[in-house]
């Protein structure tokens, strides 16, 4: 199969799925009436499509007959190497897992094919901006997953405060969106292409002062989807508001993009530039710190500890840690992104699933009505320690692996000695604060004593639990056994 004819594979499935599923959905009355579950179709369907996609990319990383195809440029607007093929295949996993869980967590809900369609065209968009090879053909795949996730967030339009943080989640993302097409506009008119290899061979035609407009205004733009420093005002309600599933893929997925475009910029369209980078560095560690914040602030509100909410600002935290790699001007950097990129998508969209189901369980985002909900299910209790302590970077998780190489990258940066190990002083504080409010969540969760009103056991569906037991599987397998993504990522 000609690498060209995989590309179009990898795009065309989702959005062909979402095509079909949506057509579905529009004959859900003639589908009843000669006997058949439209729903039951749609959520058929939607798992195929999601694994099918799931599959695509992970031949492309671990068959080795692929390996001679990976860095060879498909044409004039996409590209796949080994980076691509490795997001690719974490986004749709966590796709296939949120569509897995959905199973029964939309059981009953209006407009389940609309549902579907959205999220397999996000996932569509997302694909193209990983695939993308020049700014043009990003800022379609950008606009396309953007726009999804626009309606995904109001889905549940009924529920109070949905509309509008969809609303503030439509104009932030917008006005970042408008940055990134003014400099793409700016970087034609200078270079006179937006193809990254050849704008990189140009970069010496225009002076400094321009070129770090262009690169400011790039990253400003991404910084908001990445939810970086003050721009991530639209992420707290977006993900408290959104269904848990899309919650989960906005923290899992979608502000990856942010990142990813940002490495775009600075990798392949605008190499080397040393200063960006330590700047984008402090940017990152700054970003950990109001996160953090951020976290501690709802731990001491006294009207609603929301759940989801902390997990969106701890969300934050951890962008600060792929920004801050990326930010190294260095390879191993670059890999220690990718691969915080996979263990934080798969521990916090493990977090955001399990929250849909404790809220069914408690009927409240509120962690104080979630006391001792551990013991009253075992899984439960099971499945939050292994993400959470993932998240704050313990052994023999993967997150630990991720934000160790995170640090070392940051350690041998291509910044002065000095700044790096304070960068790194940063990082470390930064993560035993996170620690720390995890650890605070695992206490009320597993340690308080249940409302004795709440003993009852708590019974997870079906699918909702073979969702989540992927997820912890997969945490665990890669704190055991790095070495199984680290060496296609890295090509040791």
Not at 137 to 155: K, R
Not at 468 to 474: E, G, K, P, S, W
């Amino acid at each position: 199969m000609a690498l060209s004819t995989y590309l179009s594979l990898l795009m065309l499935v989702p959005i062909a799925g979402a095509g079909l599923i949506a057509l579905f959905e529009q004959l859900k009355k003639h589908l009843t009436k000669i006997k058949i579950c439209s729903d039951c179709v749609n959520h058929a369907l939607a798992n195929l499509v999601a694994l099918g996609t799931f599959l695509l990319g992970i031949v492309s990383v671990f068959n080795q007959g692929w390996q001679t195809y990976l860095n060879d440029n498909s044409g004039l607007l996409l590209e796949y190497g080994m980076i691509q093929a490795v997001l690719v295949t974490i986004f749709s996993f966590l796709v296939w897992m949120a569509v897995l869980f959905s199973v029964n967590y939309m059981k009953g809900k209006s407009g389940l094919g609309y549902y579907y369609a959205l999220i397999l065209t996000l996932l569509t968009g997302l694909i193209v901006v990983i695939m993308a090879n020049n700014f043009i053909t990003l800022f379609i795949g950008w606009e396309m997953f953007a726009l999804s996730g626009y309606v995904l967030v109001a889905f549940e339009r009924m529920k109070r405060g949905a509309v509008e943080a969809s609303l503030k989640y439509f104009i932030m993302s917008t006005a970042g969106s408008m940055l990134v097409l003014l400099a793409t506009a700016l970087t034609y008119g200078y270079f006179g292409t937006v193809n990254f290899a050849l704008i990189a061979t140009r970069v010496h035609w225009i002076s400094g002062g321009v070129l770090g407009l262009i690169i400011a205004l790039f990253i400003t733009g991404f910084s908001v989807t990445a939810a970086m420093l003050f721009l991530n005002a639209w992420l707290p309600d977006a993900h408290s508001s959104a269904p848990s599933t899309i919650s989960a893929l906005l923290s899992g997925i979608v502000v990856k993009a942010g990142a990813f475009g940002i490495y775009r910029t600075l990798y392949s369209a605008y190499p080397n530039m040393v200063p960006a980078g330590v700047v984008l560095s402090w940017i990152g560690v700054l970003t950990m710190f109001e996160g953090n914040f951020l976290v501690f602030s709802q731990f001491w509100r006294k009207d609603i500890i929301d759940f989801k909410r902390i997990l969106a600002y701890s969300t934050t935290v951890h962008l600060g840690y792929i920004i801050l790699g990326i930010g190294s001007n260095t390879m191993l950097g670059v890999h220690a992104s990718v691969f915080h990129i996979l263990t934080h998508s798969i521990a916090k969209g493990s977090l955001f699933l399990l929250s849909g189901t404790l809220i069914a369980a408690v009927s409240s985002r509120d962690i104080r009505d979630m006391k001792g909900i551990g013991r009253r299910s075992p899984f439960i209790g099971v499945i939050l320690t292994i993400a959470l302590l993932s998240l704050g970077g313990i052994p023999i998780t993967a997150g630990f692996i991720s934000k160790l190489m995170v640090v070392l990258a940051t350690f041998n940066g291509a910044g002065a000695l000095g700044n790096n190990i304070a960068l790194v002083v940063m990082a470390i504080i930064n993560s035993l604060l996170a620690l720390g409010g995890y650890l605070y969540i695992l206490k009320i969760m597993l340690f308080d004593e249940p409302e004795a009103k709440s003993e009852e056991k708590v019974k997870i569906p079906i699918f909702q639990a073979i969702s989540l037991t992927i997820l912890a599987v997969v945490i665990l397998l890669l704190g055991f056994w790095p070495d199984l993504i680290l060496q296609p990522i890295i090509g040791i």
